[in-house]
């Protein structure tokens, strides 16, 4: 009985104890399963997930044919990790200061720009500390330490295999990539460039900027189950948001084109030694620029070559006053609408005029000559002249309808509109000035635009640089923005002005040196003064803007030169020859065959240098004649005069009168 | 022997009872085999598949890894390759080994008017751009002297 009772108690005791046991763990497991449910399950997920953030590459640019302009260059960065090379030494602080100066040494050997004593300080830095929200200050474990930035793909492989070798510890490389521009200087103003920061390009200017958005590739992420070894475990759950890579930028430019415009740049530059200069080659028919340069330049490849003068965008951010270049625009909208026709004459006083009690110059003394003549001549008081008979608000409308004080619509930022005042801030001067490209300022493109418009008929369309973007086989064209209605009223305006034009490069105009054997170039010559300081200085601007072949044009060309400092300051003398020389090779780049045979195009040449001859030899004519008949009527009335005096005859006293006028006149 | 296998005395009324249950012994034992061995059959077989998916993986891990290579090899090869084009290099070696090249002349051009029905160059030729080979299509139309 005693036997049986004490096993009893046992009994009874195992059995508390068991359901005691079991009802802790149930109690226990409550707790983890439903009530710490949350938060121990993001703990353990925490210990074996992994979240890896993907980056896709920055587009590219290319030229219209798919050349690369600016592409991005597989580099290496090479990273220590501090705390972990000094845990993989046991701690041991003299071992860890010998391998820090090994790896320093060794990477100061092979690597360029990098210091091994900077290296090692960076290396023995295994902490840092931080500070909270609280305020509290906290010791960190470093685990990052920039050893060497942007090595070279092949360069970093072989130095991948010698660390390996020496056994460094906490070393690693990881694949980066930097933007390089493979044609150097080429385009250099226009692609712009990037800087980095924090493995971030951060576009500074140009394309670069402009299409940055389109550019920047989409970051994408990789969450996964890893195993021990860090893979991932591929049948459990993993999720991830695809990285998508920037859109690859065409531009309009070709490349053979533009190095054709840089090298004749080149020479110009060499010849007449300017400040600086640019050139601009249009397609008229839809606005595509097809090659852009400008000197000074510099290599975005090598930073130090930049300045504030050569890094700027004078194609898109220099307003100036274009001078003669702008007469085109008022006699063409003259001739549109009827203010005159090719041969209504208009006397261009001798060379001086006062409008406004101000006086108005020309370059070369022109009489009473027809309207082509004033282009061929650019006389700035004949052009002034039709623009006084046209009125303020018909110039202002012109010179507005060719776009002027607007902005040009090319892909390009920032861009100026240039300054155009509104008609209610103009003077009584303006009228006069803005017509010879005076008092109002533009842009090279605005007047590249400008005479896309005369070429194309008067279309205005809109300047485009960038094609199409693409990424895989999505591909976006930029549509052509070119307006249904031409600005002439008149269908013959077109014919009218350009054959003016061709005026310019002809015998008699002011730049032959542009005109192009076997074609008709239409043209217009610039001598703009610089504005410095508020005041019109001794400094010119000097272009030459035409289009090739003049009756059905395949390119506009504007070259500009600021400031030539060597032989001829004229627009015509200093970027006439440059004109020439870059179309004539873009012709022959285009397979445009000459409109003449060199027999032809010497005959009219030859008819043309006859006919100026012979006008020449009227206009002497005329000139002596009139000089004679004045000279007689001087005479008579001195005679008179004298008669009345003295009574005597007036014979002996000629001479005196003749050399006072002649004085004069000269 | 045990109680389902052991030879049991004839009963009273003369039937022999073992010989009939026999089958049904071995039968529960075939059956449980087959069913532990089907069992084991699906592990193993899904243990195999997970080591086999694991190798795939690393494999196209691997895989991966070579082709992220080719792609940098490539893309550094394509600076390069651009690097050698650029006017300033040809330019370079033109002088260096005095070639005499000049450009040529438009009159040396002559344009192939593409024949009706002919098929037309695949854009591939042109990086893909239609718009250049109708362009140079419409050039050939528009130039005179052209061969026929």
Known sequence: MTLFRSMAIRMALVYILLVGGFGYVAYALYGVQITRHDELFEKAQ??????????????????FGGSLLVGNMPTMDVVGDPANIYILNKKDVEKTETECRMIADFFERNCENVNADEIFRRLMRRSFTTTD??????EQDCHYAVIATGVEYEKAKEL???????????????????????????????????????????????????????????????????????RSVTFANSRSEPTLDGYDIFLTIREPLQAIVEEELDLMCERVKPHAAWAILVDPTNGDVLAAAQRPTFNPNDRNTMTPDSSTNRLSELALEPGSIMKPFVISYALDRGFVTPGTMVDCEQGVWKYAGRLLHDTHNVGKVPVTEIIKQSSNIGTAKVSVMMGAKNLDTALRSFGFGQKTGIQLKPETSGIFRPLEKWDSLSVSRFCIGQGIAVSPLQLARAYCMIANGGYKVNLRIVDRIERGDDVRVMPVVKDEKSIFANPTTKKMITDMMIGVTEAGGTCTEAAIEGFHVAGKTGTAQKVINGAYSNRYY?????????????FVLLVTCDDPTVGSRYGGSASGPTFKAIAERTLKYMHVQPQLSKEAWLAERSAAQKALHERKVREDALVQARREERDRQLKAEKAKESAKKTGTAVASRPATTGTKTSTIRR | MNHFTKKTSPSKDGTAAGPQETPWVAGLIFKMALIMMIIFSAFFARVHLNDKTEQLAREKTRIIEQ??????????????LANLRS?????????QYNLALRAVNPSQVRHMKRFEGEVAAPSSLYGGDTRIADSAANSAQNTAGGIQ
Do not use: C
């Not at chain 1, 929200?133 to 906290?138: D, L, S, Y």
């Not at chain 1, 694949?175 to 150097?184: A, F, I």
């Not at chain 1, 000097?542 to 395949?554: D, K, L, T």
């Not at chain 2, 082709?67 to 390069?80: D, G, V």
């Open chain 2, 87 to 95: 006017w300033d290099n040809v330019n370079a070696k033109i002088r």
């Open chain 2, 67 to 80: 082709i992220r290579e080719k792609r940098t090899e490539i893309q550094t090869l394509n600076i390069q």
């Open chain 1, 46 to 63: 925490h210990t074996y997930t992994t979240r890896i953030e993907t980056h896709g590459t920055r587009g590219e640019i290319y030229d």
């Open chain 1, 542 to 554: 000097a272009s030459f803007v035409g289009f090739v072949p003049a009756e059905n044009p395949r």
């Open chain 1, 133 to 138: 929200k609280n305020g509290e200050k906290k």
């Open chain 1, 160 to 230: 991948r295999n010698k660390v390996k070798e020496l056994s460094f510890h906490g070393v690693s490389f990881t694949s980066s990539y930097r933007r390089k521009y493979p044609k150097n200087t080429m385009l250099a103003n226009i692609l712009g460039l990037t800087n980095v920061s924090y493995d971030t390009f951060v576009p500074v200017q140009g394309i670069e900027r402009s299409l940055n958005e389109a550019m920047t590739a989409t970051s994408g992420s990789m969450v996964y189950e890893r195993a021990r070894n860090g």
